[in-house]
């Protein structure tokens, strides 16, 4: 993400002051988060399409008793039962999503002004771009 | 235990949980002159301090694993006590399939039931009472949620110490490569002047 800022031809005297080192700082906490985050998001998704996936297939069979999995075992549960708690799961998994996006846009847009303030100091002696 | 002496800038902690703070230089110069380190010295110093920080990051990353592999287990306790706990006044039975080996499936019959058996590591396993059982977990659980939490910040803590250890080695090399530059062109100068 950031390489030592080796200004080869310039050889300019840059200076870092304590609010640079802090920018750069905030910086990496916040693309660290940001990969957390996409990481967390193709977990929800996933949750999700598979939840979509087991409600569909609940519509389609036609049994009364369905296995339910609640932890490590399949417990027999009533066919409304189990619609009512995927719905529920569906909702919350859903929910979750949404604030995962949520907190993704604000990073990314954090991320894009401390870039300008970053580049506009350091120009060529900083590298803030994903390797 | 943190201690809370300033670094001189910004008031930040100097050490947090063992892990030292690196010293943000003001200016190099000055810097190498005080603690009468020449570049490379100074350099290796810091590329040391930097190996060290992340031995302890691996180390963190490991526990940041575990805890993040226990807390959905211990979730899938909490969710398993509490559907036993609201089948309890029905006196149903409940039908539960579960793996006895790879691929190899049992049914049990779980009837109406005031306690469950909990698994409390170290080959030991206690009945307790439904709303018992409920509370350790859900002990257990806020415990491993907020040492998630300390952990979280401890890393926070040293990433931004790798980080200012790296732009500090960076800063010492370009000056470094700037006396050099300096130094190379005052020799020819004079030679120029003399001749």
Not at chain 1, 71 to 95: D, L, S
Not at chain 2, 34 to 61: G, P
Request: contains cysteine; proline residues 2%; hydrophobic residues 35%.
């Amino acid at each position: 993400m950031m390489q030592q800022g080796k200004s080869s031809s310039s050889g300019s005297e840059m200076q870092v002051t304590w609010e640079d080192q802090q920018n750069i700082n905030t910086f990496s906490r916040l693309n660290n988060r940001f990969h957390e985050l996409e990481d967390d998001i193709k977990l929800a998704k996933e949750k999700c399409d598979n939840l979509e996936d087991a409600g569909n297939e609940l519509i389609l069979s036609d049994e009364e008793m369905v296995r339910f999995q609640i932890g490590e075992v399949f417990a027999h549960m009533p066919r409304e039962e189990v619609e009512t708690k995927i719905e529920e799961m569906k909702e919350a998994t859903f929910k979750s999503l949404e604030n995962l996006q949520h907190e993704k846009e604000s990073i990314v847009s954090q991320m894009a002004e401390l870039k300008k303030v970053l580049y506009a100091k350091f120009k060529d002696s900083i590298n803030l771009e994903e390797d | 235990m943190s201690s809370s002496s300033p670094s001189g800038s910004g008031g930040d902690l100097s050490e947090r949980r063992g892990i030292p703070a690196a010293k943000f230089i003001q200016d190099v110069e000055t810097y190498l002159s005080q603690s009468s380190l020449d570049s490379n010295s100074a350099l290796a110093f810091h590329q040391e301090r930097l190996q060290q920080y992340k031995v302890v990051e691996m180390k963190l990353l490991a526990q940041q694993r575990d805890l993040q592999a226990k807390i959905p287990d211990i979730e899938k306790c909490l969710e398993v006590v509490g559907t036993l706990e609201a089948r309890k006044g029905t006196g149903e039975t409940l039908l539960a399939d579960f793996e006895v080996s790879e691929g190899i499936y049992s049914r049990a019959c779980i009837e109406d039931t005031d306690s469950v058996c909990l698994w409390l590591g170290a080959n030991v396993m206690l009945e307790y009472s439904c709303e018992e059982a409920t509370a350790l977990l859900k002990n257990n659980l806020e415990n491993a949620k907020a040492s998630l939490e300390v952990l979280v910040a401890d890393l926070q803590f040293l990433r931004d110490q790798v980080t200012v250890t790296q732009v500090t080695i960076a800063r010492i090399y370009n000056y470094d490569v700037q006396q050099r530059r300096v130094k190379q062109v005052a020799p020819t100068a004079i030679t120029a002047a003399d001749s």
